[in-house]
């Protein structure tokens, strides 16, 4: 992987620009894991597809999104950088950052005008392209920053909260430019929702709690791809799954998967463990925090801490609540029950835990790279809307990881390519 020169333009705002160097260090262990990403980047620096594009980024600032960042500049863009969550920032790699000359705003545990201040910061470069994770970035320039889209040529997105947003915008028709929805790219959703959200979700528990799941109760809420894996690797420690649902079809999915599927009211009076991971408002609330049990610890591993009704719970408790450790907020019911709400209802993976390994975000920022070169070359025949990753894209980064991984799979025979596009063949 080639070497950057670090440069004296350090701009950004970060806590500690003496981390520097344990950044540099982690960023590098990061990247051995993160080979198709690697071949990209070397790529990127031969052919230039960034070349005078100006990318605002809006992201969880960790080792993994460093090396994404200097895969874009190797691809000749100019980049800032600021959080898209004010837990997730590694504060060592934002001050890292800074010194390979991608200006980043980014502290752990920022207020929210820190966190706003942080995100002017960026559209004060006047980008061309927004790279999200969450659409805050794309909101922000769309009410505040009108001005600045006639030259904006599109934009990336990475969640499934973001891209909720998204359609949102478009279906009212205030999308402001075409956004590929990085996200639904199967390589994405399949290998980062699914596998990394399950495990990073339990560590950021176990970091935060150090609490055992094995044979405790975890009710899961919400089974999309991120709530298939929380379940599986929680079943997978021993814990008694419970997941709730609006969704019947996927509801009839976790039956099948073998867990225990029922009404949040009923799942509320049962529960150890609870963690949200919907996408939407208030799926746990008063009347679920009413029923629960004493000790229960209840996160949410969603893009935004609004899945929890966190008001009710300080009205429950008449604001009274201890720190018993860095991660708890233990609030003490009227009725004497304490029930723990971890990392503020943040991302428990990130706030409390280092997020997904970096062998999972591999193939989700070789698509977001990708996609952001795609942009590049194909924005004026794009319209304002939502697109899913073009398949190519999806199917060459699963190639490549499977080729960094030591696995070959078959090809389908000139015979076989001919029948699957046939209409003709029958019994």
């Keep these: ?10 701009r950004g705002d970060v806590k500690d620009r003496s981390l520097a160097e344990m950044g540099h260090s982690r960023i590098a262990w990061a990247a051995a894991y993160m080979p198709v990403l690697g071949q990209i980047r070397e790529r990127f620096a031969r052919e230039k597809p960034l ?13 993994e999104t460093a090396n994404l960042m200097l895969a874009l500049q190797a691809g000749g863009a100019e980049i ?8 997730s920032t590694q504060d060592d790699v934002a001050a890292a950052l800074c010194e390979y000359d991608i200006p980043t705003y980014a502290i752990k545990a920022e207020d929210e005008k820190t966190y706003y201040r942080h995100i002017e910061s960026v559209i004060a470069t006047k980008p061309h392209m927004s790279m999200d994770d969450g659409c805050d ?11 600045l889209l006639a030259d904006m040529i599109g934009g990336c997105e990475e969640t499934t909260t973001g891209v909720i947003r998204l359609k949102a915008m478009q279906k009212d028709g205030v999308l402001p430019y075409p956004v590929v929805a990085v996200n639904n790219a199967l390589t994405k959703h399949m290998f980062d929702n699914r596998y990394g959200t399950g495990q990073s979700t339990l560590d950021g528990i ?5 609490v055992l799941l094995a044979g405790h109760t975890v009710v899961v809420v919400g089974y999309g791809w991120c709530g298939r894996g929380v379940a599986s690797r929680a079943a997978g420690m021993g814990a008694h799954v419970v ?17 225990r599927v029922m009404p949040m009211n009923d799942a509320a009076k049962i529960g150890d ?4 991971v919907t996408g939407n408002y208030h799926v746990v609330r008063e009347e679920h925090f009413r029923l629960m049990k004493d000790g229960a610890l209840v996160c949410n591993s969603g893009h935004f801490n609004d899945e929890l009704d966190l008001d009710a719970i300080e009205r429950l408790s008449d604001g009274r609540k201890t720190a018993p450790r860095a991660f708890v907020e233990q609030y003490e019911m009227h009725d004497g029950r304490k029930i723990c709400i971890l990392a503020q209802g943040r991302l428990i993976n990130l706030a409390a835990g280092e997020g997904h390994p970096a062998a ?4 989700s920022f070789a698509n977001q790279g990708m996609s952001a070169a795609y942009l590049a070359k194909n924005h004026r025949n794009l319209e304002k809307k939502v697109y899913d990753v073009p398949i190519e894209i999806d199917e060459e980064v699963a190639q490549l990881k499977l080729a960094s991984m030591g696995v070959d799979i078959d090809i389908l025979s000139a015979e076989q390519v001919k029948y699957m596009a046939s209409w003709s063949e029958g019994t």
Excluded: Q
Excluded at 273 to 276: D, G, H, S
Excluded at 360 to 363: F, S, Y
């Design 273 to 276: 463990i609870f963690v949200t």
């Design 206 to 210: 176990i970091r935060a709690t150090n």
């Design 243 to 259: 997941v709730t649902e609006v969704d019947p079809r996927k509801a009839i999915e976790a039956v099948m998967d073998g867990y």
């Design 360 to 363: 999972v975000m591999d193939m």
């Design 1 to 10: 992987m080639p070497v950057l020169e670090r440069t004296d333009a350090l």
């Design 51 to 63: 070349a005078g594009v100006r990318i605002g980024a809006c992201l969880h600032v960790t080792t």
């Design 80 to 87: 800032a950088l600021c959080a898209s969550n004010p837990l």
């Design 137 to 147: 970035l794309v909101t922000t320039i769309y009410t505040k920053h009108n001005h």
